[in-house]
Antibody, heavy 121, light 107 residues
Framework: EVQLLQSGGGLGQPGGSLRLSCEAS????????MTWVRQAPGKGLEWVST????????YYADSVKGRFTISRDNSKNTLYLQMNSLRAEDTAVYYC??????????????WGNGTTVTVSS | DIQMTQSPSSLSASVGDRVTITCRAS??????LNWYQQKPGKAPKFLIY???TLQSGVPSRFSGGGSGTDFTLTISSLQPEDFATYYC?????????FGQGTKLDIK
C-alpha cells in the first residue's frame, strides 16, 4: 500500500525553527517529485515547495523562499521540510504529497495525513 | 506569477443536480490544470489532471474541461459524498498556485 507517514511539527517560537518529515512506503520513492502543501486554519490550500525525484531541482512559494528548505533522502525514503525564521502566518496544517511525475510537478496523487504547525510565543 | 480564480466561492445544490465549477488562470497554462476534492479534517483527494483526465478510481460523474485560461469541473449528478470543497491548481510553472476553493454544500 502506498503511504506517506508524517512527523514533526508542533509548537514553534516566532523566529525559531522546526523540521517536518514524511516517510514514504509502497512505491519507488526516488522516481517521483514530492511536494509540501499547507492549509492555515479555516483557509484554502497553499502550495509551499516541490522537489524533483533526484533532489536536484527545488521550487518554493515566495512566502517561504529563503526561510524554508525542502530536501529528501532517497536512501531513507524520506522527505523533509526545514522551517526557519518562523512567523505567525506559517501556522497551518502541513501536508506532504507524492507527485505523478519525477521532475516537474504534474499532480499530487498520494497525500499524508497532515501535521499541525503552530507558531506562537 | 500565475493567479488562479475559482467561481463561485460557494455553491448550494441538491442530490442529483448537475453542477459546474469554473477556474480561470491569469495567463495561458495550456492544460496544466488539476482538480482536488477536500472534506473537512481530511487530506485533499486527486480528481483530475491535465485538465480533463480522470484519476484512477474517480467516479465518471466527474469531468473536467478547458484549456488555456478557462477550465471547468462538472459533476453530472451530485451524490451525498460529493459535498466538499474543490480546488484547482496549475502546474505550468513555479509557483504552482491553487485557486481559493469552491465549497459545495447541500441545499
Amino acid at each position: 500500500e502506498v503511504q506517506l507517514l508524517q512527523s514533526g511539527g508542533g509548537l514553534g517560537q516566532p523566529g525559531g525553527s522546526l523540521r517536518l518529515s514524511c516517510e514514504a512506503s509502497g512505491f519507488t520513492f526516488s522516481t517521483y517529485a514530492m511536494t509540501w502543501v499547507r492549509q492555515a486554519p479555516g483557509k484554502g490550500l497553499e502550495w509551499v515547495s516541490t522537489i524533483s525525484g533526484t533532489g536536484s531541482s527545488t521550487y518554493y512559494a515566495d512566502s517561504v523562499k529563503g526561510r524554508f528548505t525542502i530536501s529528501r533522502d532517497n536512501s531513507k525514503n524520506t522527505l523533509y521540510l526545514q522551517m526557519n525564521s518562523l512567523r505567525a502566518e506559517d501556522t497551518a496544517v502541513y501536508y506532504c504529497a507524492k507527485d505523478t511525475a519525477g521532475i516537474f510537478p504534474l499532480g499530487m496523487d498520494v497525500w499524508g495525513n497532515g501535521t499541525t504547525v503552530t507558531v506562537s510565543s | 506569477d500565475i493567479q488562479m480564480t475559482q467561481s463561485p466561492s460557494s455553491l448550494s445544490a441538491s442530490v442529483g443536480d448537475r453542477v459546474t465549477i469554473t477556474c480561470r488562470a491569469s495567463q495561458n497554462i495550456n492544460s496544466y490544470l488539476n482538480w482536488y476534492q477536500q472534506k473537512p479534517g481530511k487530506a485533499p483527494k486527486f480528481l483530475i489532471y491535465a485538465a480533463s483526465t480522470l484519476q484512477s478510481g474517480v467516479p465518471s460523474r466527474f469531468s473536467g474541461g478547458g484549456s488555456g485560461t478557462d477550465f471547468t469541473l462538472t459533476i453530472s449528478s451530485l451524490q451525498p459524498e460529493d459535498f466538499a470543497t474543490y480546488y484547482c491548481q496549475h502546474t505550468h510553472s513555479s509557483p504552482y498556485t491553487f485557486g481559493q476553493g469552491t465549497k459545495l454544500d447541500i441545499k
